[in-house]
């Protein structure tokens, strides 16, 4: 891999470059909602920084950087692969809370599935530790994820200089990061020309401020070179800035040009070795510019905003030569504190907002106090709703010492307590009592959601094997009341027989079947029983094969509770299933699947992308990190 | 001559569209519940606290007592008994109301207001006179706002009780022990590095702000955007009227 030309050859992206799948999951930490991050966080960009620091030479080197910096690891993901491919794996680390960095992480929660802990499952620190976070070992979750339609991926970043959108005139290096003015070019560029080109990409609006820096590394001795962005079809013999919809900082004369060939007095001129940055506030409307790591301040306003934007570099003479930094390395201006200013506006404007409005006659205590306990009404927290509304009371009665008590709501609702008690018999894993509480009180709800149905049947599957696995083991005692309840029926006499001690386990790994399996046949058959009769029920279900026979694999092993599939057996996965009855029981009812907090972060998700991608001041704010980081700020 | 956004401009998604696009979005339930437990945290009300974490499956690193000994300080303050409440907060956070001149002078005039409030009832307005010279008069002069507040307070004594002006009125209304409460409980969290608000009021700040924002957009799109309902009910189906 010896360099023959004077710049690096780079494989294009996504396409040569295999990296392995181990690499891949290093970016799921790239971009996790860690609070404190190193500037730049990931192994692709120290690699890249090794670049900048070390030789140019290393081919190979640059050639998996590259790799790794554009995502060829996502060669798994079934759908609009091409489109994701395009995608960026790191991010400039001033990106790393904007919307831009919410939609790539939810592209690559469904791309990934479960192979790697994603941001919005993975943030779960806050002092609270909750011990439903993790998924289910069952893969039932088919309703839980949508897929996100097509017009929700979010476009690339521009990456380099597009060869195939400049002028004559004009040589891109094959990395596509180096241009220079061409004096060899097959067709000589009239004097009045100048050659400019654009990079590969639009500037997506979601990244609520986008920058690149340009390296002057030579110019001619007027330095007539012009550094901006402008639109898609503006003509590219022009430097950017002299036409319409382009805007433009030029070397020669330090003025900056806004659609117009009239130029206004900016900055300095550039030397050969300056480093000029870009940035384009989408909030403001502005644009502004840096040299060596120092803000020029406001060059352009009004920026229309109902435009793409490429960003664009020109040149007129030759000798001229660029290179250009998206955000593969390390920034010379402190972008990151620009952006941190930035998105303190926004979170003091959201601090400062009104909320009466939201729901009237509420005020703010008031209305949180009833998204609380709806939220503890819905989803069966019975206890915990009576405490709290026990508290609320104790409040309202010492305020009014007067006498003029007002007696609050106690929401009292018998559904409540149903559904309260299905619940709390999934959680202890009493699968027997769930479904029969449920046939009793919402006889329609199972025959009508067979998925859940499905799932619950599954579980119960799941308990029996884990009963027995148990008992055969005679390790770990039950660790809730829940096990002995669920198997009354041949759980309780095995208990002596079992009793043993630690030489059990080896005893499983000899052939001849060990003496403490003996009074389990009886068990092992009902559970295999069930297990027929599961088939039976729904094996003109195709959809839901592949889950059964994943389930029954548990056969497959002395002891389930070691195998690899021991996983299916944990308890976590109760949750999930417990969660999904309830949905179905509140939509039976007539009941909206999500209580009124749910439906407001929904609502607050929805609405804070759409206005993220107009490029105002929402594409700062991550919900995610609204809700859970802040409170790593020092009162910000 | 210029490009247009992908977006088609000038297609208006209809409500139903909207209300699609929020039942797309799902919400983790564990983000749900440690939501909830904050609130019960921050909020101070330890035994459904408690009972949450049962129920839900949480643990808490929050140590349970604290949260009790803020509900109790807190619970005294909403009967009016200011007294008691000092002691507490002195027992609990020793330096709390010496770091913070202001809470302290808000729960002295809070008392003072309750002893006023007796003395409208039994026609002795001395134990209140003696209280404010003896507490209130030496720390007025410290701080401008201190004595404005002071003199305010004291004219609920010029007044017969039924010829109160709205904002005298004020001073004796609930309200008032509830926001010194807050006060306290805000400040006793801060003191312990504790972030003082709590994630949903964080949250729903944000869902106003969203929307707000979206009304004033310069997007036709946005502005469209029908006000979305929280679906909350109260047990009645709906809520009460503003009470008076």
Redesign the interface.
Known sequence: MASSSSYHTVAASGTSTVVPRSQGSSWASIVSGQPSRPRISSTASTGLRNQRNGSHANLSDLGSQSGRYYNTAFSNSHNAQSKLLRLPVSLPSYLEDSLYAEKLDAVRDLSWGSAIPSRTSSYTSVGLQAAQSRGTGLKLDVKDTVPSPDDDLPTPLPTKWNDRDRSDGIEVSQDGLNVQFSVTGPSKVNEYDSASVRADYFIPRSCGVYYFEVAIMNKSREGLISIGFCGADVHLNRLPGWEPNSWGYHGDDGKSFCCSGMGKAYGPQFNSKDVIGCGINFRTHTAFFTRNGQMLGTAFRDIPNDRTLFPAVGMKKPGEHIRVNFGQEEFSFDIDGYMKAERKMALQEISDSQVESLCPPLDEASLIQSLISSYLQHDGFVETAKAFAQDLQAEQNALSSDGKSKPLELMEDENAIHRQNIRSAILEGDIDQALELTRKYYPDVLSLNEQINFRIRCRKFIEMMRQSAETTNGRKKAPSTSKRRAFDAYGDEEDEDVDMDGDAQSDMDVDEPAPVAVPDFDMLGKVLEYGRQLQEDFKDKPELQEEMEQVFSLFAYSDPMTSPMAHLLSEEGRGPVAEALNSAILVSLGKSSKAPLERLVQQTTVLLRELGEEGGPASFVNIHHWIHNLDFLPNS | ???????P?GVTPSSRD?EK????????????????????IIGG?P??A???A?????????DLSSIEKRNQI??SI???DIKTAIERINDFEPELLEMHPGLHFALLRLQLIELIRRSMEDNDIVPALTFAQEYLAPRAPQYPEFLRDLEHTMALLCFPPNQLSTPLKKLLD??M??QVATMVNQTILASQEV?PE?????????????????AQ???E??RS?PH?????V???GE?P???D
């Open positions: 001559m210029s490009a247009t956004v992908s977006a401009a909207w696009k929020v039942d797309d979005v799902r919400p983790s339930k564990a983000d749900m519940n440690i939501i909830v437990m904050n609130y019960l009300y035994s459904a408690m009972k949450f049962q129920e839900a499956g949480l643990e808490s690193q929050m807190c619970t909403h009967h009016g609930p309200d022990r509830k972030s709590a994630k949903i009021g964080r949250l729903v700040k944000l869902r106003a702000w969203v929307e707000a924002k979206a957009s310069d997007s799109r946005l955007i979305m309902d929280l679906g909350l109260s047990p009645k809520f009227e503003p009470t």
